[in-house]
């Protein structure tokens, strides 16, 4: 997300505390290029989600709306979204549930609070467009690392 200075590799996630220093993605969800929800999440801190968690604070947010975000896939696609609504205090994921059959959203979730606290941040954006990118852009080697 260029305009939060966020980037990030993206894993897989895990049934345990989240990694720090990549963004992970629920399986649950779908992957770019699916036309489903795909579902990111990372920790609230600085070079990860936090500038999210920072932004959500003004005025809930609002100048988030309209922010792009790149999301590479290992192909070097690079699909492009726009945020379209941010969820302070979430406490469930009908965010991403409850899009219409389709379309494809991207959730970015981070924590409100200390570890384990409900509950979430959530942002939702659009999908806008894919486009052909560089391969070798789109795999950095992620450096997870456990932060618990």
């Known amino acids: 997300m260029p ?5 990030l590799a993206i894993v897989p996630g895990n049934e345990g505390y989240p990694l720090c220093d990549v963004a992970q993605w629920l399986a649950h969800y779908g992957q770019p290029g699916e036309g489903r929800t795909v579902y990111l999440y990372a920790h609230a801190r ?22 792009l975000v790149q999301v590479y896939t290992r192909d070097g696609r690079v699909h492009l979204y726009e945020i379209v609504r941010v969820k302070r ?5 009908s965010i991403a549930d409850e899009v219409p059959p389709g379309e494809e959203r991207l959730i970015l979730q981070t924590s409100e609070g200390p570890r384990g606290t409900v ?10 467009s894919r486009q052909a990118g560089d391969v070798g852009e789109a795999n950095p080697i992620p450096r997870p ?4």
């Open 3 to 7: 305009s939060l200075d966020i980037d």
């Open 46 to 67: 600085e070079g990860m989600f936090g500038p999210l968690l920072e932004e959500s604070m003004r005025q809930n947010g609002k100048g988030m709306l309209g922010a």
């Open 89 to 93: 205090h979430a406490t469930d994921f």
């Open 119 to 128: 509950p979430k941040l959530q942002v939702a954006a659009r999908l806008l």
């Open 145 to 148: 690392r456990d932060c618990s």
